[in-house]
């Protein structure tokens, strides 16, 4: 049964930090490009961050750029996404994806507020 699970998402002051995980299970984890993407109330899922298989490309979009970092653990089927001077515009739902040619899977999220 393929799972990804989402967790280390909460409530963080502005400025703050958060490590979000996703730990796989299911399916071959070092085959798959691996990938966060986050949704806001009222707004469309928007990519966030992506890692290739193999050789640690990262891709970042330009609001995250500089602040989030995402790093894949294949030992241990695990992709993070470290979150630094958050802001309140990145409050949102953050999932975790994997996809492998015609194969794609999701997490169920998890929740990230940045506020005061």
């Known amino acids: 049964q393929v799972q990804l699970v989402e967790s280390g998402g909460g409530l963080v002051q502005p400025g703050g930090s958060l490590r979000l995980s996703c730990a796989a299970s299911?399916?071959?984890?070092?085959?798959?490009?691996m990938r966060w993407y986050r949704q806001a109330p009222g707004k469309e899922r928007e990519l966030v961050a992506t890692?290739?298989?193999?050789?640690?490309?990262?891709n970042y979009a330009d609001s995250v750029k500089g602040r989030f970092t995402i790093s894949r653990d294949n030992a241990k089927k695990t992709v993070y996404l470290q979150m630094n001077s958050l802001k309140p515009e990145d409050t949102a739902v953050y999932y975790c994806?994997?996809?492998?040619?015609?194969?794609?899977?999701w997490g169920q999220g998890t929740q990230v507020t940045v506020s005061s």
């Open positions: 890692i290739a298989r193999v050789g640690g490309t990262t």
């Open positions: 994806n994997a996809k492998f040619l015609n194969y794609e899977y």
């Open positions: 299911g399916f071959t984890f070092s085959n798959f490009a």
